[in-house]
């Protein structure tokens, strides 16, 4: 039997082993998913023993996901975003991925949203944020980055390419825009707040939120009022269990099964 886990703090309820564990019943991989939360202090006696035990492969969740960079081989993209959530533990030591990246743009994909030649505007430009620039950037969108803090959405924009970055000020590029991602914790939690004045919102637009707690967001609401194409976090959070699960086992992930596990449980919330 294989070990896969998610190491975090706090990472009481996370959705991650009811998806993966649906995954491995679905397709007969013998396999157990567990959750790991050791003290801030302790994450890199945390990978190398995981290591040294033969756990198969982690995810990271908050607040990881930068300092595992250092502990792991972290692939390219990976290693541009500066931030690692799955860790394979193969035979030359443990491999960093980024998969938060492909879900966004598979997020997008399934809704029928075409990326290449897009123009997309990114709120947030902390982990979530990165991800999402990256991602969207490399599948050929051009991308605008728009955050609290300007400083770090016009850092950001200079290491992603093509990108524009500025502050909440410059989301009127919304109204040229085909794509926006929230990736600013706004409506989290908060069902009537949103990053982005409902005003901006138009019916060429394909909006997603990577916020799934609650599933429907304010910004998610308008977005559907005002005609866009609307995706909720909970398919990015799929999508990048998807890849997770793809990397770890080489085998093509049962989405739906995984789909079904991940909304069932945000239901019960
Ligand atoms: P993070 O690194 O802490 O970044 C938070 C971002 O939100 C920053 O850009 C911050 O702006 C912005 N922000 C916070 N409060 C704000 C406010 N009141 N007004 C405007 N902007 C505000 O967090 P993260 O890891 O990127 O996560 C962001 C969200 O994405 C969270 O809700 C998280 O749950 C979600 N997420 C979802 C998935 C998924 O699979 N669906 C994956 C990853 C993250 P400043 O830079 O100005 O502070």
Known sequence: MQVYGLVG??????????????????????????????????????????DALGIAGLNVTIPFK?????????????????????????????????TDAAGVTRALERHGVELDGSAAVVVGAGGAGRAAAFAL??????????????????ELASAVPGATGGGL????????????????????EAPDETPVPASYLHADL????????????????????????????????????????EVWTGLDAPVEAMNTALRSHLSDD
């Open 169 to 188: 000020d410059t989301l009127d590029r919304i109204h040229d825009a085909d794509i926006l991602v929230n990736a600013t914790s706004v409506g989290m």
């Open 9 to 50: 703090n706090p990472v009481g309820h996370s959705l991650s082993p009811p998806m993966h564990e649906a995954a491995y019943e679905a397709t007969g991989v013998d396999a157990r998913y567990v959750t790991f939360e050791p003290e801030l202090s302790a994450i890199e006696a945390a990978i190398t023993g995981a």
């Open 66 to 98: 930068q300092d595992v960079l250092e502990l792991v081989d972290p692939d390219p993209l990976a290693e541009r975003i500066g931030a690692v959530n799955t860790i394979d533990f193969g035979p030359d030591g443990p491999v960093g991925y980024n």
């Open 137 to 154: 950037a490399d599948a050929g969108s051009s991308v605008h980055i728009a955050n609290r803090t300007p400083a770090k959405a016009e």
């Open 206 to 245: 394909a909006v997603l939120d990577a916020v799934y707690t609650p599933i429907e967001t304010r910004l998610l609401r308008e977005a559907a009022d005002a005609g866009a194409v609307t995706v909720d976090g909970a398919w990015m959070l799929l999508l990048q269990g998807v890849e997770a699960f």
